[in-house]
C-alpha cells in the first residue's frame, strides 16, 4: 500500500480536482484506490463520489476525516486499498503536519499567482520541520513534488512565480497541468478526465499518475 497526499496551505490551487483524477487513473491501472478528504469545511471530493454514485459511475470509496481520525482512518484504509489518496486541507493547523507524516508522497499542486506562494512556503516550511523529526529518529522522509498547475508558460505575469519556485530549490514534478474545461466537467460530474474525452487533459493525468506512481516505488524501495 501507499499513501500520497495532495495538500498545500491555499484553497482553490486544485488539491482536490488532482486528487480525484489521480484516484480514477490509478484505479483503471488496475489498483484498487481510495480518498480521504480531510476538508471538513468544503468536502468537495466527498460531494464529487456522491455525483459520481449518482451518475451509476463505478464507485471510488471517499471518506471524511478531521484532524482527529486521519491517521487512524488512514491506517485502516492503508490495509483495504492498494493507494490511499490524502485530498489535503487548506487548514495551517495540526492536519498539515499528520498529513506530511502519514503521506508516501506529497504532490504540491500550485496555481501561478503571488498569493498562492506565500502559502506554499508556509507549507514547505511545515514539511520540512515535520521532516526534521523524521530524519532524527532515521525514518525515511517522503517525497515531495510541486505540480504547476493551470501551467502556462506563455503568460508572463507567470514567469515571475515559476522562477520563484526555482529558487526554493524544491522538487517540481515533470507533469504540468494546464488550465482546462474538462477539470471543472469532469468535478461537476462525478468523473476523472481519464473517462471523458479532452485526449490532451487524459494525457496530463496519465502521464502525472504514471510520475507519481514512480516516485512512489522509489520512496518505498
Ligand atoms: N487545471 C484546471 N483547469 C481548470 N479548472 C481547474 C483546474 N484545477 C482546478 N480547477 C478548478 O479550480 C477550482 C478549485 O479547485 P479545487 O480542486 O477545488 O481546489 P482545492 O481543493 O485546492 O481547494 C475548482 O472549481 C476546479 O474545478
Ligand atoms: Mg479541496
Not at 471530493?45 to 487512524?72: C, H, K, M, Q, Y
Not at 501551467?151 to 520563484?164: E, G, H, L, P
Request: hydrophobic content about 45%.
Amino acid at each position: 500500500m501507499s499513501i500520497i497526499a495532495v495538500a498545500n496551505l491555499k484553497g482553490g490551487v486544485g488539491k482536490s480536482t488532482i486528487s480525484q483524477n489521480l484516484a480514477v487513473s490509478i484505479w483503471h491501472g488496475g489498483k484498487t484506490v481510495c480518498i480521504i478528504d480531510t476538508d471538513t469545511e468544503q468536502r468537495s471530493t466527498l460531494e464529487w463520489s456522491e455525483r459520481r454514485n449518482g451518475n451509476g459511475l463505478e464507485p471510488i470509496a471517499v471518506f471524511l476525516v478531521n484532524e482527529d481520525n486521519l491517521a487512524t482512518k488512514a491506517n485502516e484504509a492503508a490495509d483495504d486499498f492498494d493507494v490511499v489518496i490524502i485530498d489535503g486541507s487548506p487548514a495551517l493547523s495540526e492536519i498539515t503536519t499528520k498529513i506530511v507524516l502519514i503521506a508516501d508522497f506529497v504532490v504540491v499542486p500550485v496555481m501561478p499567482s503571488g498569493n498562492d506562494f506565500g502559502a506554499l512556503e508556509k507549507f514547505l516550511l511545515r514539511y520540512n520541520d515535520t521532516r526534521a523529526i523524521q530524519k532524527r529518529r532515521g525514518i525515511e522522509t517522503a517525497g515531495l513534488g510541486i505540480l504547476l498547475n493551470e501551467y502556462d508558460s506563455k503568460a508572463i505575469v507567470n514567469r515571475t512565480i515559476y522562477q520563484a519556485i526555482d529558487r526554493l530549490e524544491v522538487p517540481v514534478l515533470e507533469s504540468r497541468v494546464a488550465h482546462r474545461v474538462a477539470y471543472k466537467e469532469a468535478n461537476l460530474t462525478g468523473l476523472g478526465v481519464t473517462e471523458m474525452q479532452d485526449k490532451k487533459a487524459i494525457a496530463e493525468i496519465e502521464a502525472l499518475t504514471n510520475e507519481v506512481l514512480e516516485l512512489l516505488e522509489q520512496v518505498s524501495a
